[in-house]
């Protein structure tokens, strides 16, 4: 076996062929380089394996295949039946390989492996499969103008597309990109995070199973500044679809602007979860848990900033801190019981931190956690989770996104002032309001800056409806039947049945 795959045992016994290389042409390749990124698993801080990692030379080479992939009428002018069939087929070797690539999962990001392989892969494999029913209904219109004009518009693909995806959600964000970029007939050049490189590449392995022709899936491992760069910058790429932060996200848009490209963004978040007095407390605790605690607080939606009517503020913070303490289980994440991972990378572990000192000097009230988790094993980038009350709007830890298991609660008095201080934010992603008064609810849902709403729940987002944000949280929207408009152009076709010059 060449080095371009490694065979590893995973923490939890099992055995498997990962691949080192970049994945362009349907083949595993070198980085012409030769440069490699090392992966640690944050759990105890041991390295994994190393993956070559793509330089500007390699982007060139992906991004040279998948134009001319797109150009080849074998992708260009498939069936859009035998598009979705194919796609079908992906999702369904995805879901035979579902073990595998959960484990994978959980061994690099941290993630539980039960929500790796209950949640994550079955995100993936849904929305492979809901792109898939799409191929064939994405359609163009007639427009009627006169009996002497014939217009109509074809939805036709973008072109080559550069996805570049984050560590915390590294499968499913791959698939929310895919389906949609594929099922519309693009083709894709996609870079994983250099925290996570793992899984995308295993998944290279089964893209060429799927029977897609060379060309039209490419996965790069890379650094953000390098390849990233090289993609956002590079002139034969027409599109650039990001998931990240939005200090990274700012630099792509102005590197997009090279050549105009079509831009996706997707970024960060601070987002409000609102409680009023009339809501059903109980269920309140149990989804703000959900909404700032899940995969370890590393979630762009996370609902963070927690503000509570001021009746029932006492009691919310008392349930909270209890319902946290009894659920908020944190342990190996091949552990079936654990609920909580270790933070991603060092980088992320020392963030938490400091947000934590932050906090703490800024004289916010610390109820619990506000400190690495030192009980697995000693080693690890655990957090305990971490809640301060009585928080300020002029404080760090109320305006900046920490993407951790940290949150920050306060109360409001009237329904004004938490509509205006929800929109206190430059972030408008996420937000979520608790009431059983349905006229506020609907009322707050549309006052509230934000480009999702939760009404009695935070955070259950559905690949079949769109995902997004306003404001600094980005641009586009992903998911549902929004996410094939950032993949199609409308090209209009005039034909002239009768008007003579
Ligand atoms: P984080 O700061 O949480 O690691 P980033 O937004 O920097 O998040 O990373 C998300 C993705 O963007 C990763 O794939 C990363 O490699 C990539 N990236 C980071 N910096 C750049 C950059 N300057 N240009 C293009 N991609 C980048």
Same mark, same amino acid.
């Given at each position: 076996m060449s080095d371009l795959f490694v065979e590893l045992t995973a923490p939890n016994g099992r055995k498997y062929s990962q691949p080192r290389g970049l994945f362009i042409n349907n083949e595993f390749v070198k980085s012409k380089s030769g440069e490699t990124i090392t992966t640690i698993n944050p759990t105890d801080e041991s390295e994994i394996t190393s993956v070559y990692a793509a330089g500007p030379e390699d982007v060139d080479i992906a991004v040279a295949a998948a134009r001319k992939a797109f150009k080849d009428p074998s992708w260009r002018d498939m069936d859009t039946t035998a598009r979705g069939e194919l796609l079908y087929r992906f999702a369904e070797?995805?879901?035979?390989?579902?073990?595998?690539?959960?484990? +994978?999962?959980?061994?690099?990001?941290?993630?539980?492996?039960?929500?790796?392989?209950n949640e994550d892969l079955a995100e993936v494999t849904g929305t492979i499969k809901y792109y898939a029913?799409?191929?064939?209904?994405?359609? =163009?219109?007639?427009?009627?103008?006169?009996?002497?004009k014939l217009a109509y518009t074809i939805r036709e693909p973008?072109?080559?597309?550069?996805?570049? +995806?984050?560590?915390?959600?590294?499968?499913?964000?791959?698939?929310?990109k895919l389906g949609p970029a594929l099922a519309t007939g693009n083709t894709v !050049?996609?870079?994983?995070?250099?925290?996570?490189?793992l899984s995308l590449l295993y998944l290279g392995t089964l893209v060429k199973e799927a029977g897609f022709p060379p060309g039209v899936i490419n996965f790069l491992n890379g650094e953000g500044r390098k390849a990233g760069a090289a993609l956002a910058q590079h002139l034969d790429v027409d599109k650039i679809a990001f998931t990240g932060s939005t200090a990274t996200g700012k630099e792509i848009m102005k590197m997009?602007?090279?050549?105009?490209?079509?831009?996706?963004?997707?970024?960060?978040?601070?987002?409000?979860?609102?409680?009023?007095?009339?809501?059903?407390?109980?269920?309140? !605790?149990?989804?703000?848990?959900?909404g700032i605690m899940y995969n370890q607080g590393q979630v762009c939606t996370a609902t963070s900033r927690i503000l509570v009517e001021e009746g029932v503020y006492e009691k919310f913070i008392e349930l909270f801190k209890s319902h946290v303490a009894e659920t908020s289980i944190v342990g190996d994440p091949f552990k079936d019981d654990t609920?909580? =991972?270790?933070?991603?990378?060092?980088?992320?572990? @020392?963030?938490?931190?400091?947000?934590?000192?932050?906090?703490?000097? @800024? =004289?916010?009230?610390?109820?619990?956690g506000g400190?690495?988790?030192?009980?697995?094993?000693?080693?690890?980038?655990?957090?305990?989770?971490?809640?301060?009350?009585?928080?300020?709007?002029?404080?760090?830890?109320?305006?900046?996104?920490?993407? =951790?298991?940290f949150v920050v609660i306060s109360s409001f008095k009237t329904e004004e002032?938490? +509509? @205006?201080?929800?929109?206190?934010?430059?972030?408008?992603?996420?937000?979520?309001?608790?009431?059983?008064?349905?006229?506020?609810?609907?009322?707050?849902?549309?006052?509230?800056?934000?480009?999702?709403?939760?009404?009695n729940s935070s955070n259950d987002s559905d690949i079949r409806v769109p995902f997004g944000g306003v404001k600094q949280s980005g641009i586009g929207r992903e998911l549902g039947e929004a996410g094939l408009e950032s993949y199609t152009n409308k090209k209009a076709v005039h034909v002239n049945l009768g008007t003579k010059l």
């Open positions: 070797i995805i879901e035979q390989n579902k073990e595998v690539l959960a484990t +994978i999962e959980t061994w690099d990001n941290g993630k539980p492996y039960s929500v790796a392989l029913g799409w191929s064939n209904k994405v359609h =163009g219109q007639v427009i009627d103008t006169s009996p002497a973008l072109g080559v597309c550069a996805q570049i +995806i984050p560590w915390n959600f590294p499968l499913a964000m791959a698939a929310w !050049v996609m870079k994983a995070a250099e925290q996570t490189p997009a602007a090279v050549n105009m490209k079509n831009i996706t963004l997707e970024t960060g978040g601070k987002s409000p979860l609102i409680i009023f007095e009339d809501a059903d407390i109980e269920q309140a !605790v149990k989804w703000a848990h959900i609920f909580q =991972g270790p933070q991603v990378t060092k980088t992320q572990f @020392e963030r938490v931190l400091s947000y934590i000192e932050a906090g703490k000097s @800024e =004289g916010a009230k610390l109820i619990a400190e690495a988790f030192k009980n697995v094993g000693g080693k690890g980038f655990f957090i305990a989770p971490t809640i301060f009350t009585d928080v300020k709007d002029s404080m760090k830890i109320y305006r900046e996104e920490v993407f =951790g298991p002032e938490a +509509i @205006e201080r929800a929109n206190d934010s430059t972030y408008g992603l996420g937000a979520a309001v608790f009431t059983q008064n349905i006229s506020k609810g609907h009322r707050l849902a549309r006052l509230i800056e934000a480009g999702m709403v939760w009404i």
